[in-house]
Every structure is written in structure tokens, then in C-alpha cells.
């Protein structure tokens, strides 16, 4: 086993000596570890083979030297020998270097010349070549700052573009093009600042131009209308249609019916056609776009123009508080209006897509809605017919203008027939007055005529016609006062009024016409028939005005019947075509008739009650006078003439009104008696009363007014006549007996009134009760009147229950 080991130990040590002889040096520590790793003092033995390996060597180095030691000692021997040689040599080299030296001095000092000369050539084309590159860039930059300079924004923009994506790329390495590409979003933002301070002070002015431009687009639709109201004329034909004016390259066309607006001036007419460019300078908005778009911001633009100028719409829409008390106020209104819409027209046809046609459309829309509102409020304030007429003009040139740009202006046309009503309510306003002048100048007498030219003068106003005043001679009356003719010529003028509304609504003959037969039924019905109740109540109207009046009316309602046919002869609408509307003058003066009635028969019985306020009657007297009381007779004096005065009344006016004055005689005479504050009347008393009685029955046979038959007036005081009769008779047993039988003498005759008057007549007797107590007959009388009252309240109590 020893053996066996020592023999390892050995071949493991050659092993280590062989890998340290081939290998590095660096090496070696692992391998020399390795070996104090193993057996305890195998160091020991592996130093020992160690030595005898490098002993080993030793000799093979002797052996080699040994055998190579004369060769090296011939060699340096052989280089001893060239040594001097070699020295020789050395000083021969070490002389012609100084001599090539010496001689190139000259060319050294040349050559550094030329190497510095094409140095500098070189640097030369180099810097050309780069400045050849860099000019382009210099001059585009400079080109630009002049364009900036002369405010040529949209071609500095160009310019912009061509130096970032052209020239700078190129020498993007030096530092000033550095700065250049820093400037160039600086200068970017400082035009769409400038643009955008141009498009603000482009927005400012065109408010100022709005005016203007309004001004000119409707002066041009009024010459327009007004040339085709001159060929419809002339050609007898309803429309005519005529370019309008040009804006944009666009010919704006529209038919308008014939009309009778005063013209313009012919030098207006001749004036040259303005747009809206020839007012307005609009390269501002261009610019701006163009700017905006190239900037790849046209969307911004696009929506803070159309802000902005939705705000200005609302501005241009306020009216001002005064606007409706001149037409002026008007046409500023309108023509700011027209002037928006035709700035934005122009900017819909000469930008693509800045403002749409839905976007105009849209503040169409809401401008219309507000300029309806506003001039409902204004013209409601207006209450001058001339100016609503003016304003209705102004509406239709307004509707027309802008019609021809394309715009919806049917609901402006709705708006007039609004405009239309409050013109017409001017028109009654201003009619009324005039009536009532015309009545309170009026002397309510019929009109004298002196010669054949007043006659035909007052004819030529009033369509009166009479055979028999024509027939006499001069001078003569006309039944009607004054103020006929001239309510009928107002009449007319309100006709030629209402009619100039009408015109230029684009509205057919047959609604014309029946526009004007309501506006003039309206005319009668209200403002004339108002008028006239009105005068039938004055205070100072009296029975001679009301009897004129009433003359008056019937005339005016004879007049109705011209007045269909003048409207007829202005609208050329036959009056039966269907749903033709009536006038209604004749109700309206039937009615004003029977109010003049009805006002007769009050003042008729008014002067009654005044004339009976007269009486003095001695209630408690002896016995009459003899004669009718003072009063009455004066009170049928004055009845006598008032009814001669009647006879010119037409139909049973003048009966009714004489029934009504016996009536209402016979009533406050019967009242007289019943009075509750009379207590006492005597026989005396009763005698007399019935002599006033007598006389108004005499006055009542004397026929004041022809026309009634038999005694018809009389019975107005049959009630009064059976009363006293009954008194004066002293006929109770009669009274009683027939009493409820329809052929008894007393019917008329009540218990009550009967019992009421009566009781007076008994009260006066027992007054005289001490002086006639020891008289047999009137003892007797006084029981008969106490049993008459007995059977008389009987007959009252039967009656009640």
C-alpha cells in the first residue's frame, strides 16, 4: 500500500510540474495550492522533485551553450571588423543630411506656403457653398419682415411655410437659423393677433356701414317697385319682374303688384347700382379666413366671427324707445336690419363655408321673430294713421328687399294685416274726431240753395235726388243740414284711406274689396253710430236738432247704397260675387234713428214734466176759476208748434212721438192727484183739474199730428176723463154696480186710485166737519163717502188677495 501511494504521489507531482512548465504564470497559484491540499508533507516531496527537474534543466542549458558558444564568438568578431565601417558611414549620412537640409530650407519654407494657400482655398469654397445655402434662407426671412411690414399677413404666412419646410432644413445647423425657427410661432401668433384686431375694428365699422348699406339695398327695391308699377301701368298688366340689383355676380329678382308710392327722384334712378362691396371693404374678413385657414385654426375663426356677429344681430334688433314717433325712427330701424342681412349675404356667396345658409337662415329666423314682436309693441303706441301707413310702406320695401336675397318674409306679410287693424283703429280715431267737429259745427237746418251752381255743387257731394225740390224754383231748401254732404265725403275720403293700405300686399281684387267694405262697415258701425248716440245726448242737442237728425240719417242710409257702388267702381269686384260683405250702414243709421226717437220722446216729456213742475193748483178751493190753469195752456201752445215742426219726420215718428207726450201728460196729471204728499183735495179743486183736462182732450181732437184715426190720441186720457167723470157725477152706485163688467161706464177706473183720491176728499170734509155737522145734506154725503170707502177697500183687498 506504501508502494502503492508513493507511486501517485510521484505521478501527481509530474503532472503539476508538466500544466506549471505550460502554463501562464498567473496561473500557477491554483495549481500550487493543490498540492499543500493533499497528503500531509507531500510539499516536502514535491519541492524535492522540484529541484531535480530545474537540476535537470540546468544541464540541458550547459549542454546547449557549450555547443553554440564559437559561432557567437565569430559573430562578434565579424562585428568588430565593420565597426569602423559603420562609423565611416555614420559621418558620410550625418553630412549629406546636413547638406539636404541646408538645401531644402528654401522649398520647406514654399511648400508651407502652398499647403496654407490651399487651405485657405478650401475654406474658401467651403464657406461659399454654405453661404449659398444660407442666402436663400436670409432673403426669405427678409422677404418676410417686408410683408410683415406692408400688413401682407397671408403671403408672410407662405413665406413662414416655405422657411420651415424649404430653405431652413438646410442649414439647420447654425444658429441663427436656430433662432429664426424660434421667431417663426411668435410671428405666427402676432398676425393672428393682427388679424384678428383687423376683423374686431372690420366688425365695428360695419355696424356703422349697416346703415348705409340698408339705406342703398332699398332704395334700389323701392326703384325697382316703382319701375314696375310705371310698365304694369303702361302694359295694363298686374306684374312685371326686373332684375333687381347685383351683388356678388348674383342677380337678385323679384314681382311685386302695382303701386302708387310716390317715385324717386329720376336722378336717383339714374344713380349707378351699389353693392354691398362698393360700401363695405371686406378684405379684412378675407384676410382673416385665408390667415386662420392656412394657420389650420378656420374652425376658431369661423366660430367667433359667427358669435360675434349673432351678438351684433341682437344689438342691430333693440330698437330704440322712440322709434315709433317718426318714420325716420322706422327706416333706421329697417335699414340697419337690411344692411346685416345683405353683409352676411355677401359673406355666404364670396367665403366657402365662413357662414352657412342654414346659419343666416337660423338668424333670420330669430331676427324675424324679434322684429315682429318689436313693431307689434311700437305700432300699438302709434296713433297717427299717416305714419302706420308710412310704417306699412316701409314693411312691404323691408319684406321685398330681403325677399330678394333669398330670405322668408311671409310672416312680415301676416305681420301688415296686424298693422293693418291698428291702422284702421288710427283711422276711426281720427274719423271720430272729424265727425264730431262736423256735428258740432252743423246747424242742423236744412241747406239753403240760392242758384243752379250751389245746387249742383252740394249734388256733386251727396247723391240726393228729390222730383219735387228739383222742380222748384230758386232759391229752395234740401231737407238734409250740412253735415250730410260732408259725412258722406268723409266717408268716401276714410274709402280712398283704408284703400291705400291695401295696396302692395300682393292681395287679390276680392279680398281687397272685402278688406274695405269691413274696415268700412267698422267705420258706420262704430265711429259713425258711436258719434251719433253721442250726439243725440248732448245737452244742447234739442228736439228741433233731433228732428234733423233724424232727417239726416235717413238720407245718409239712402247714401249707402252709392257708397257699395263707389268701392265697387275702386276694386272693380263685382257686388254679387260670393261672400261679398254688406255694408251695414243702413242698421247703423236705423239705429241712430230710433235713439233720435227715443231721445225725442224723453226731451218731449223732460219739457212736459218742467211745464207741470209750473202748476200752482189751490187743492183746497171753493170752487174753479172758469178757465184752464195758466201753465197748461202754455204747456199746449208749445206741443201745437214742436208738432208742426214734426210734420218733416219720416213714418209714424211723428204720431208715436205725439201719443207719447199725451200719454206721459195724462200720467203726471193722474200722478199730480195721487201725490202722497197731497192730503186734502177739494170739489172746487177736482172742478178745475178737470178744465185742464178738457183742454188736453180738446188738444188731442184738434189732430196735432195728421195720421191718427178717430179719437186713437184721446184715449191717452181716458183713465184721467172716467176719473173725474166719476167725481164730478158723484156716480158710486154705477162704479159699484158695474164694476168688473166689460161694457161698464167707469172700466179705466181703479179702486185703489179711486180710493186714494177719495180719502183726500173725505180728509177735506171732515176739516169742514164743525161748520156743515148741522147741514142735513152734507151729513148724508159724509156717510155715503164712508161707505164708498168701505167698498172701495173691499174691492182693494179682493183684488190683492
Request: charged residues 25%; negative net charge; glycine residues 4%.
Amino acid at each position: 500500500m506504501a508502494e502503492n501511494e508513493t507511486l501517485e504521489c510521484i505521478t501527481e507531482h509530474e503532472r503539476i510540474l508538466q500544466e506549471i512548465e505550460s502554463t501562464d504564470t498567473a496561473c500557477v497559484g491554483p495549481t500550487l495550492r493543490s498540492i499543500y491540499d493533499d497528503q500531509p508533507n507531500a510539499h516536502m516531496r514535491f519541492m524535492e522533485k522540484l529541484d531535480a527537474r530545474i537540476r535537470n534543466h540546468d544541464r540541458e542549458i550547459e549542454k546547449m551553450c557549450n555547443f553554440h558558444h564559437q559561432g557567437f564568438v565569430d559573430a562578434i568578431t565579424e562585428l568588430l571588423k565593420v565597426r569602423m565601417d559603420a562609423e565611416k558611414l555614420m559621418g558620410q549620412v550625418t553630412d549629406t543630411n546636413r547638406r539636404l537640409q541646408e538645401a531644402g530650407k528654401e522649398v520647406t519654407a514654399q511648400t508651407g506656403e502652398v499647403i496654407r494657400c490651399r487651405i485657405q482655398q478650401r475654406n474658401m469654397a467651403t464657406t461659399v457653398e454654405k453661404l449659398q445655402l444660407c442666402i436663400p434662407v436670409l432673403e426669405m426671412y427678409s422677404k418676410l419682415k417686408e410683408q410683415l411690414e406692408s400688413k401682407r399677413y397671408y403671403a408672410a404666412l407662405k413665406t413662414m411655410e416655405q422657411l420651415e419646410k424649404v430653405y431652413i432644413p438646410r442649414v439647420s445647423q447654425y444658429r441663427f437659423c436656430q433662432i429664426m425657427a424660434e421667431n417663426l410661432p411668435r410671428l405666427r401668433e402676432e398676425i393672428k393677433e393682427i388679424s384678428m384686431s383687423d376683423l374686431k375694428d372690420f366688425l365695428e365699422s360695419i355696424r356703422k356701414h349697416s346703415d348705409k348699406v340698408g339705406d342703398t339695398a332699398m332704395r334700389q327695391a323701392q326703384q325697382h317697385r316703382t319701375f314696375n308699377s310705371a310698365v304694369a301701368k303702361q302694359a295694363n298688366v298686374g306684374h312685371y319682374t326686373k332684375p333687381l340689383y347685383s351683388l356678388n355676380g348674383q342677380t337678385h329678382t323679384h314681382t311685386s303688384l302695382m303701386m302708387d308710392d310716390d317715385a324717386e327722384d329720376e336722378d336717383d334712378a339714374d344713380e349707378e347700382i351699389l353693392t354691398a362691396q362698393d360700401l363695405v371693404d371686406f378684405s379684412p374678413v378675407y384676410r382673416c379666413l385665408h390667415i386662420y385657414a392656412v394657420l389650420g385654426d378656420r374652425e376658431t375663426f369661423e366660430n367667433y366671427y359667427r358669435k360675434q356677429r349673432k351678438k351684433q344681430a341682437r344689438l342691430v334688433l333693440q330698437p330704440q324707445a322712440n322709434m315709433h314717433e317718426t318714420v325716420e325712427g322706422y327706416r333706421r330701424y329697417f335699414n340697419q336690419i337690411v344692411g346685416f342681412f345683405v353683409v352676411e349675404d355677401h359673406i355666404l356667396h364670396a367665403t366657402q363655408g365662413l357662414v352657412t345658409r342654414a346659419f343666416t337662415d337660423e338668424l333670420w329666423n330669430m331676427a324675424l321673430s324679434k322684429i315682429i314682436a318689436v313693431l307689434r309693441t311700437h305700432s300699438s303706441y302709434c296713433e297717427d294713421p299717416d305714419l302706420v301707413l308710412e310704417l306699412k310702406n316701409l314693411i312691404v320695401i323691408f319684406a321685398d328687399t330681403l325677399q330678394g336675397f333669398g330670405f322668408s318674409v311671409n310672416r312680415l306679410f301676416d305681420l301688415l294685416f296686424e298693422v293693418r287693424d291698428q291702422y284702421n283703429e288710427t283711422l276711426l280715431k281720427k274719423w271720430a274726431l272729424l265727425f264730431r267737429e262736423i256735428f258740432e259745427s252743423d246747424n242742423y237746418s236744412p241747406i239753403p240753395v240760392d242758384t243752379e251752381e250751389e245746387y249742383k255743387l252740394v249734388v256733386s257731394r251727396f247723391p240726393f235726388h228729390d222730383a219735387e225740390i228739383e222742380k222748384q224754383d230758386f232759391p229752395k231748401k234740401l231737407p238734409m243740414s250740412q253735415s250730410v254732404p260732408q259725412i258722406y265725403m268723409q266717408v268716401k275720403e276714410f274709402i280712398y284711406a283704408s284703400l291705400k293700405f291695401s295696396e302692395s300686399l300682393h292681395r287679390s281684387s276680392t279680398e281687397i274689396d272685402d278688406m274695405l267694405r269691413k274696415s268700412t262697415n267698422l267705420l258706420l258701425t262704430r265711429t259713425l253710430s258711436s258719434c251719433l248716440q253721442n250726439l243725440i245726448k248732448k245737452p244742447y242737442i234739442g228736439l228741433t236738432e233731433l228732428v234733423q237728425i233724424i232727417i239726416n240719417t235717413t238720407h245718409l242710409e239712402q247714401g249707402c247704397r252709392y257708397l257699395e257702388e263707389f268701392i265697387t267702381n275702386i276694386t272693380n269686384v263685382s257686388p254679387e260675387t260670393v261672400h261679398t260683405t254688406r255694408l251695414y250702414g243702413l242698421s247703423t243709421f236705423k239705429d241712430a234713428r230710433h235713439a233720435a226717437e227715443g231721445e225725442i220722446y224723453t226731451k218731449l216729456n223732460q219739457k212736459i214734466d218742467e211745464f207741470i213742475q209750473l202748476a200752482d193748483y189751490e187743492w183746497s178751493m171753493a170752487e174753479s176759476d172758469g178757465r184752464a190753469s195758466g201753465y197748461l195752456m202754455d204747456l199746449i201752445n208749445f206741443l201745437r208748434s214742436t208738432f208742426q215742426v214734426f210734420t218733416h219726420l219720416p213714418g209714424k215718428v211723428a204720431q208715436t212721438a205725439c201719443m207719447s207726450a199725451c200719454k206721459h201728460l195724462s200720467t203726471s196729471l193722474m200722478q199730480m192727484l195721487l201725490d202722497t204728499e197731497l192730503k186734502q183735495i177739494s170739489m172746487g179743486a177736482i172742478q178745475q183739474f178737470n178744465l185742464d183736462v178738457i183742454q188736453c182732450e180738446l188738444f188731442a181732437s184738434s189732430e196735432p199730428v195728421p195720421g191718427f184715426q178717430g179719437d186713437t190720441l184721446q184715449l191717452a186720457f181716458i183713465d184721467l176723463r172716467q176719473l173725474l167723470d166719476l167725481f164730478m157725477v158723484w156716480d158710486w152706485s154705477t162704479y159699484l154696480a158695474d164694476y168688473g163688467q166689460p161694457t161698464s161706464k167707469y172700466l179705466r177706473v181703479n179702486p185703489s186710485t179711486a180710493l186714494t183720491l177719495l180719502e183726500k176728499m173725505k180728509d177735506t170734509n171732515k176739516k169742514n166737519n164743525i161748520f156743515s155737522q148741522f147741514r142735513k145734506n152734507d151729513r148724508d154725503k159724509q156717510k155715503l163717502i164712508e161707505t164708498v170707502v168701505k167698498q172701495l177697500r173691499s174691492l182693494v183687498n179682493g183684488m190683492s188677495s
